[in-house]
C-alpha cells in the first residue's frame, strides 16, 4: 500500500538555524498538508498546497515557514530561523484530487528538537 | 468545522467492545462525521466516516442517529494495539483543500 514518506524522523538543531523537512506524499495525490504536535498537545495544521501554491494557513504559518515542491515528488517545510518553541513532531499529509472525503493520508512525522 | 465533544480518557480490558460517543450538536446539513487514530508517536490515520445511520468497516462502526447531534464509534473486542487516541471531526468533505482540525480527542488504553 503506498504511503507517506517523511525524513529525517528526528532532528536537532540549535535556536536560529535554519531546518528543512521533507516528505514524499502518496504519488498520484494532489494536496498536501503540513501540520504539527507539540508534545502532550493537539495535532495543529500550518499549510496546505495544491497546484503549486499554497491554498491556505495558520497562524502558526508566519513568515519564519515556507513550503516548496522542488521536483514533483517531494514537499518540504523549511523553517528559517528556529526558535525553541518549534519544538514538534511536524507530519506531512496528502490527499487524493477528487475524492469526497475527509481522507487525508499521514507520514510518520519528523521530531524536531530546537535546542 | 462543528465543535465537538469527546471524553478525554476511556479504558477497557482487552477483547471487550468499546464505544467512543463524540457530541456535535451544531452539526450543519452537509456535515459529514470522520474518524481518525493517533498512536503514540505516529500521524492519525482515517479509520471511519459517516452522515447518518450506520457505517461499518473492517476495523470500526460509526452509528448516527435520526437527528445526527452525536456519533459513536465502536470498536469491536479490542486488543491492546487498539490503544491510541480517537479524533471526532465533523465538517464537509469536498474536493478542495479543507484543513483538518483536531480537537484533543479521546485517549483510550486497553488493559489486559
Known amino acids: 500500500e503506498p504511503e507517506v514518506t517523511q525524513t529525517p524522523s528526528h532532528q536537532v538543531t540549535q535556536m536560529g538555524q535554519e531546518v528543512i523537512l521533507r516528505c514524499v506524499p502518496i504519488s498520484n495525490h494532489l494536496y498536501f498538508y503540513w501540520y504539527r504536535q507539540i508534545l502532550g498537545q493537539k495535532v495543529e495544521f500550518l499549510v496546505s498546497f495544491y497546484n503549486n501554491e499554497i491554498s491556505e494557513k495558520s497562524e502558526i504559518f508566519d513568515d519564519q515557514f515556507s513550503v516548496e515542491r522542488p521536483d514533483g515528488s517531494n514537499f518540504t517545510l523549511k523553517i528559517r530561523s528556529t526558535k525553541l518553541e518549534d519544538s514538534a513532531m511536524y507530519f506531512c499529509?496528502?490527499?487524493?484530487?477528487?475524492?469526497?472525503?475527509?481522507?487525508?493520508?499521514f507520514g510518520p512525522g519528523t521530531r524536531l528538537t530546537v535546542t | 468545522l462543528a465543535k465537538t465533544t469527546q471524553p478525554i480518557s476511556m479504558d477497557s480490558y482487552e477483547g471487550q467492545e468499546v464505544n467512543i460517543t463524540c457530541s456535535h450538536n451544531?452539526?450543519?446539513?452537509?456535515?459529514?462525521i470522520t474518524w481518525y487514530q493517533q498512536f503514540p508517536s505516529q500521524g492519525p490515520r482515517f479509520i471511519i466516516q459517516?452522515?447518518?445511520t450506520k457505517v461499518t468497516n473492517e476495523v470500526a462502526s460509526l452509528f448516527i442517529p435520526a437527528d445526527r447531534k452525536s456519533s459513536t464509534l465502536s470498536l469491536p473486542r479490542v486488543s491492546l494495539s487498539d490503544t491510541a487516541v480517537y479524533y471526532c471531526?465533523?465538517?464537509?468533505?469536498?474536493?478542495?483543500?479543507?484543513?483538518?482540525?483536531f480537537g484533543k480527542g479521546t485517549r483510550l488504553s486497553v488493559i489486559a
Open positions: 459517516g452522515y447518518k
Open positions: 499529509a496528502s490527499r487524493p484530487g477528487q475524492a469526497a472525503t475527509y481522507e487525508q493520508y
Open positions: 471531526l465533523v465538517g464537509v468533505p469536498n474536493s478542495g483543500n479543507t484543513p483538518l482540525v
Open positions: 451544531n452539526i450543519a446539513t452537509n456535515d459529514y
